[in-house]
């Protein structure tokens, strides 16, 4: 099965869908990513704009789900910014702290006003 994001103006998914691998076939049987794109226009109209992702994350950096955005200069799928401080990292196409988690067995969470970890306590 292949999978497809429908992306609104801001490149921001708002739905994802399977389809038959067959719609992606051409006469020799190779799959083509633009086959699915018609395909998917032919369903939901041919002003809605499609990506293909990949449920075992094998292109575009990570599956896409509602609410993320594609990237079509990095030509990936990107998760909401969690912590205004937090960085992209390109290469994984992450959100990363400012600063390196303490690598430690201690639980920590982000702690945005202090821009720091800070360890979990249970209640």
Known sequence: ????????????????????????????????????????????GQDTNWVQTSYNNKFRKHYAFTGARYDNVLDAFIAPKLYESWILNENTCTWEAPIPKPDQNTMYIWNEEILNWVEFKEQ
């Open 1 to 44: 099965m292949a999978h497809f994001a429908k992306l609104d103006n801001n490149n921001i998914v708002t739905k994802v869908i399977v389809i038959n691998n067959n719609e992606l076939l051409d006469q020799d049987g190779n799959e083509i990513e633009q086959k699915g794109i018609d395909f998917c226009k032919s369903l939901y």
